[in-house]
């Protein structure tokens, strides 16, 4: 049921795409077809034309929800997302632009002036705005500050105080706080008197005068126990709860492994500062895989689909240039073997089989390490068996396809020794591309450095400069 419902949410947001950038396709051939007949009310027609046209978009927009906004503005270049977004009402603003990726965010804000900021800024919680704030100029930050109240002033200044990959960071300041000595029947004139209750409620937060944490009370309980017990009675004392300054990553895996909606977040005199929903980490959980996506491939940070040529260039330039220097290295483990591949031509066309298989084998194990770093699951105590084990898929995969790659080349070129030059150097291959997808990011681990950044660069390098020169050398060695 879920698969479905996920399937129908994009076709639908897919569909809502097709039919802005037809509005927008639309309203372009209309005024140029009008914009090439003369006639003397022409500037009139092409005025009505084009607020037609406008109109019909707006009205579309209107019906969208904010985060169906912020996609289809992600998906259009950047000449037609302004134009869309200066038809998106000014009350939505703030909403959309809490939606929209960072880089999209930037493009937006650099068309708004600060009076516009201010307005889409004061439409938004104080978590929210601690979420833009990182892209607001600096006086606009300043002017706003001065427009909240004494509470979210200090609210925000404190959001605002912790890394970005901490839970204080993430949490949300839109909390029900409860006594233990109330009856549940209290508690549930309390909640109807609230009216509205905050996102992602699963659970009353418990607290003694100083907002010391005692408790959480369920809200299942609430409704299904008897309602003159006291919320002392029925509250849980054994409960998940973060400091602000938790690492974010090791949060969500909790949220995971408890099935949590809604968690407290506590000062260390266990006062109640604010909670962590799970909606804030499952966004925070899709930007970190993006991220580590993008650095895999060897870029700096998110990149805009439309930006600019110059700046994603120079976005793509850092590793461009390490892979760069790392394939001389490679050439020139080629170059010391000129004089055995001048005697043997078949080692040109063989030899980018063993490096080229050898960086596939690589990047299956380096996925495995990243991801099991990623989840707190390799340790010092399970580390060595766990090289152990890639090895022994190593060999026995080496074992296999070694073989493979050994009789295909011994048929074609009718030369055995060949064939077992081949099958030897994808062994050993194999071997060194499990032991550089295992050491390559649990040294970057160990350097407090994100595995993911740079090492299928690495890998790479490590299974062509090692695969040509075993192949090479054994070729060397055997065969001339």
């Given at each position: ?36 007949q ?13 607020k037609?046209?406008?109109a ?45 990726s ?29 979420d ?5 100029p600096?006086?606009?930050?300043q ?12 609210r ?30 209290v ?6 008197r609230?009216?509205?209750?905050p996102d ?21 309980r609430l ?16 409960f ?20 949590l909606v ?12 604010g909670?962590?929903?799970v909606d ?8 970190s ?17 439309f930006?600019?040529?110059w ?24 170059g ?13 066309a063989?030899m980018?089989?063993i490096?080229?298989?050898?960086g ?28 152990a084990k890639e090895?022994a ?11 493979a ?6 048929l ?8 077992g ?25 160990r ?5 993911a950044?740079?090492?299928s ?19 060397t060695?055997?065969?001339?």
């Amino acid at each position: 049921m879920t698969e479905e419902y996920d399937t129908l949410q994009h076709e639908s947001l897919e569909e809502h795409l097709h039919q802005v950038q037809a509005l927008l396709a639309k309203q372009r051939l209309v005024e140029d077809l009008v914009h090439r007949q003369e006639g003397p009310r022409q500037d009139l027609v092409e005025t009505l034309v084009h607020k037609q046209n406008l109109a019909e978009l707006q009205k579309k927009l209107d019906e969208l929800h904010p985060a169906d906004v912020a996609h289809i503005l992600e998906a259009l270049p950047l000449d037609e997302r302004l134009l869309v977004w200066d038809l998106v009402k000014a009350e939505r603003d703030g909403e959309i632009l809490v939606e929209v990726s960072d880089s999209v965010r930037e493009s937006l804000i650099a068309s708004m002036d600060n009076s516009e900021l201010l307005a889409a800024a004061g439409t938004l919680d104080t978590d929210e705005i601690a979420d833009l704030a990182p892209d607001l100029p600096h006086d606009v930050i300043q002017e706003l500050l001065t427009t909240l109240d004494t509470q979210k002033r200090a609210r925000l200044q404190s959001a605002l105080s912790f890394p970005e990959d901490s839970v204080g960071a993430l949490m949300d300041f839109d909390m029900v706080t409860i006594r233990a000595d109330v009856t549940l029947e209290v508690a549930l004139r309390y909640l109807r008197r609230l009216g509205e209750l905050p996102d992602q409620l699963d659970k009353l937060f418990v607290v003694e005068r100083n907002d010391q944490l005692i408790g959480v009370l369920p809200l299942k309980r609430l409704l299904t126990t008897d309602p003159e017990a006291t919320v002392a009675a029925v509250m849980v004392e054994d409960f998940v709860s973060f400091q602000p300054d938790d690492d974010a990553h090791e949060a969500a895996q909790a949220f995971e492994r408890y099935d949590l909606v809604m968690a407290p977040v506590v000062d260390t005199q266990k006062r109640l500062i604010g909670r962590l929903t799970v909606d804030a980490v499952v966004d925070y959980i899709r930007e970190s895989a993006d991220a580590d996506m993008l650095s895999m491939a060897g870029l700096k940070e998110e990149e805009d689909l439309f930006s600019t040529v110059w700046r994603s260039a120079k976005n793509r330039w850092m590793w461009l240039a390490v892979n760069l220097a790392t394939a001389f290295i490679a050439s020139r483990v080629i170059g010391a073997f000129e004089g055995s591949i001048e005697k043997l031509a078949a080692l040109a066309a063989l030899m980018p089989i063993i490096a080229g298989i050898g960086g596939n084998t690589g990047n299956q194990t380096i996925a495995l390490i990243i991801r099991g770093l990623a989840l707190g699951q390799i340790t010092q105590a399970n580390a060595h068996r766990l090289i152990a084990k890639e090895l022994a898929i190593a060999l026995l995969n080496g074992l296999v396809w070694g073989s493979a790659v050994g009789a295909f080349a011994w048929l074609l070129y009718d030369n055995p020794a060949l064939g077992g030059v081949m099958a030897l150097a994808m062994l050993l291959n194999f071997i060194v591309a499990a032991l550089a997808g295992i050491f390559i990011p649990m040294t970057l681990e160990r350097l407090k450095r994100d595995p993911a950044i740079g090492s299928s660069v690495l890998l790479t390098f490590t299974t062509d400069s090692m695969g040509f020169f075993i192949f090479l050398g054994l070729a060397t060695l055997i065969l001339l």
